[in-house]
């Protein structure tokens, strides 16, 4: 079954509106029919059942049979922080994330990151890696689409303050994380290559 993400204020007393891009994409790619089941998220921890009971010529109302209470989120909050990898790696990072559980990516810029972002070029970049993370919730079923923020120089993520455990996977690192116990509260996990982030790290 298909599933849509809509902002709080399209859902009314009994109904859903679906506009825009998931409106085309309904219609003209997935070419779904009236009276076909669909699953419908707000970003909250409430998922709703509706079937599409009309196509009007720029929306679609959705009835909604029912709605229920997802449990789909980690036990654990899971924010990483991923080195900017070169080509559109990325692209494939930011899917796999969000299908794991994380709630939250950091996209951190290393001084001797190989890709090298900015401006208007950064700002288009991290808007589609956000709309990966919404089809990535949608393929999977999640009702909260995480948040890639805007790309953070490694030594301001070091400096900040996390209330959390704080991982880095590392080649070579002593110590498989299965062994490791489980942290309590929040984890930032910090994944990079290596050779990028060594002088930093140490200094």
């Known amino acids: 079954m298909y599933h849509f993400f809509v902002d709080p204020s399209a859902i009314g007393e009994g109904k859903v509106k679906i506009t825009g891009a998931d409106l085309n994409h309904m219609k003209n790619v ?24 009309e196509f009007q010529e720029d929306s679609a109302v959705l009835h909604i049979l029912y709605a229920q209470e997802s449990q789909y989120e980690l036990p654990s909050r899971i924010y990483l922080f991923q080195g900017l990898p070169k080509g559109d790696k990325m692209e494939l990072i930011v899917q796999k994330a969000v ?15 190989v890709l090298k972002l900015s401006g208007d ?10 709309q990966i993370a919404v089809s990535a919730c949608e393929q999977s079923g999640r009702n909260r689409v995480p948040e890639v923020a805007e790309i953070l120089p490694l ?42 982030h060594t002088s930093e790290l140490q200094s």
């Open 121 to 130: 070029r950064a700002d288009k970049r991290r808007a589609h890696w956000q």
């Open 30 to 53: 997935l070419r779904m029919r009236i009276g076909e089941d669909v699953w419908i998220s707000d970003g909250s921890e409430k998922e709703y059942h509706c079937t599409i009971e």
């Open 155 to 196: 030594a301001k993520y070091l400096a900040q303050d996390f209330a959390g455990t704080r991982m880095i996977l590392a080649p070579g690192a002593e110590g498989a994380l299965a062994r490791k116990p489980r942290p309590a509260g929040p984890v930032a996990i910090l994944i990079g290559r290596s050779e990028e």
């Open 99 to 113: 299908e794991l559980g994380a709630v939250a990516i950091q996209p951190v810029a290393a001084e001797r990151s």
